[in-house]
């Protein structure tokens, strides 16, 4: 058993970590911000007791020392997994909104495990693809990335549009890890889990149709008639499920093999017609918003699209992917119980 430390429980992927670290048999202490969100994640992980699931309120993460108490915990903390982090394109305020959050909530949070958790050996950090492509390349199909690529995105051309605000604060935020890791020498490991755009189930009593994560707001709309008459294209591509994004981070928590890497969770591309055709497949209730056969949209880059390597993933943590129709018909599923 592993004493850990989650960021963010009720979020998409953390409430996922949660739930493995809890079956696995860790004893979790997850941060919220709010007592309301530690209530709802009581009510869903209600089999286990205080001594396996316990709570710290940190209502915002970009504040200075943040974690300072969060990190404090008898018995001490082992690991610590860090999901919080904004993922939305709403904001007037882009340095505030989207970059503070994710870079001091970041340096944030290893200067308190460094200073009052020494105890810790491990932490993993959600960033993300964001933080490998890098978007002036365009689709470039001849190019490959990997780990050893990262968005060389600037401050200035962050605070140019939202969009650009979420992919830059997820470089300059895992930037920063590393960095830290590198001037400061604490006595944990660093591991940065880089997922593709997510999919999966929600979990029911966390998550609602009105809060879903971005990728899956895609899902929804198609079974709400979003796709009748053209199907949505989308700059994505390339995906994986939230499941397959959970078991990544107990794994890096978990194996020395991991320590000081990062890790590319993608299963593979996709577009909108596929999921369009694998909901028409599983759900017959959706005919009738469903576009038909003819309908344009949703198709690949007619150039064609650049190539991601997962092997590491593979390789190291031992993620067996879940295939996209999976993926979808149980991302549908769970929206029927939100």
Known sequence: MTRVLLTGGSGFVAAHVLGLLLKGGHSVVTTVRS???ADSIKRVFSSYGKDQLDFAIVEDIAKPDAFKDAVVSTPPFEAVIHTASPFHFNTQDIQKDLID????????????????????KKVVITSSFAAVRDISKGDCPEYTYSEADFNPMTLEEALSHPAKGYTGSKAFAEKAAWNFVEKEKPNFSLVTIEPSLIFGPIVPGLHSLASLNTSNQLTQGITMGIAKERIPDFGGYFWVDVRNVAQAHIAAMELSAADGKRFILNAGLF??????????????????VLPSESVEGGNYPAGGIFSIDNSRSVEVLGIKYKDLEEAVVDTVKSFKLA
């Open 35 to 37: 007592q309301s969100k």
């Open 101 to 120: 959050p994710a870079v001091m909530g970041t340096t944030e949070i290893l200067r308190a495990i460094k200073n009052g958790a020494p105890s810790v």
């Open 271 to 288: 577009n909108n017609k596929q999921i369009v055709e694998v909901i028409r497949k599983h759900f017959p209730e959706y005919h009738s």
